[in-house]
């Protein structure tokens, strides 16, 4: 168990719907980090909150959205959601108390999505 | 922009064999390498990392990897490989902009 937590486990929408993904980093973890895995993409790095404020962007799309609240979750936002979004969204989270990049992640269990 | 490449999509062992997952990237400046092992239904687990120092570097489970700079790799090795091993794994490069890349991933299967 890696003390990071996602909710729900599995998800099942359809399309144009809009759903919201949680995770519970590590306690006394600061950077909260979105992934998605998919059979074609692979795994893919979305976006990283650090201590509140967005830190790094990667391939996320604009109907994609995030935040990271004060007491250190996050959610991942998904709208207006096509069948090619069906994937496994993992968080991850680590230290990163010096600023730096460094630092291992400790991912959670990943929240499964399936878009009909 | 960085990225890794992991040239094998499968590798196939026996039990009590060496194992090597191989692993090469490209990054401006000093890189940050790192493997994970994802297990079925699961999310990724740190194996191990490299930031400076010494080439060589152990992790978790017997795993170590060599960082070799003049080839831009970094191979993950275990001297004996466990049916348990069987996973897929993950090489990863970062550097100073906080992103992390990922290769597509290789599967080990150890045979008994």
């Known amino acids: 168990d890696s003390g990071v937590t996602q909710t729900p486990k599995h998800l099942i929408t359809a399309t144009g719907q809009r759903v919201t993904l949680r995770c519970s980093p590590r306690?006394?973890?600061?950077?909260v980090y979105w992934y998605q895995q998919s059979l074609d993409q692979g795994l893919q790095f979305l976006i990283q909150?650090?201590?509140?404020?967005?830190?790094a962007k990667g391939n996320i799309l604009e109907r994609f959205s995030a935040q990271q609240f004060p007491d250190l979750h996050s959610e991942l936002n998904l709208s207006s959601l096509e069948l090619g979004d069906s994937a496994l969204y993992f968080c991850a989270s680590s230290v990163d108390l010096s600023g730096r990049a460094y630092n291992e992640q400790f991912f959670g269990p990943g929240t499964r999505l399936t878009v009909l | 922009a960085q990225s890794v490449a992991q040239p094998e999509d499968q590798v196939n062992v026996a039990e009590g064999n060496p194992l090597t997952v191989k692993c090469t990237y490209s990054?401006?400046?000093?890189?940050?390498l790192f493997w994970y092992v994802q297990y079925p239904n699961r999310g990724l687990q740190f194996l191990l990392k490299?930031?400076?120092?010494?080439?060589l570097v152990k992790g978790s489970y017997g795993f170590e990897a060599e960082f070799n700079k003049s080839q831009t790799s970094f191979h993950l090795k275990k001297p004996s490989a466990l049916v348990s091993d069987s996973a897929l794994y993950f090489c990863?490069?970062?550097?100073?902009?906080?992103?992390?890349?990922f290769g597509a991933g290789t599967t080990v299967t150890v045979r008994a």
């Open positions: 909150y650090y201590n509140g404020e967005e830190r």
């Open positions: 990054v401006s400046g000093n890189p940050y």
């Open positions: 990863a490069v970062g550097s100073n902009d906080y992103k992390l890349s």
């Open positions: 306690s006394g973890d600061l950077s």
């Open positions: 490299y930031i400076t120092g010494d080439n």
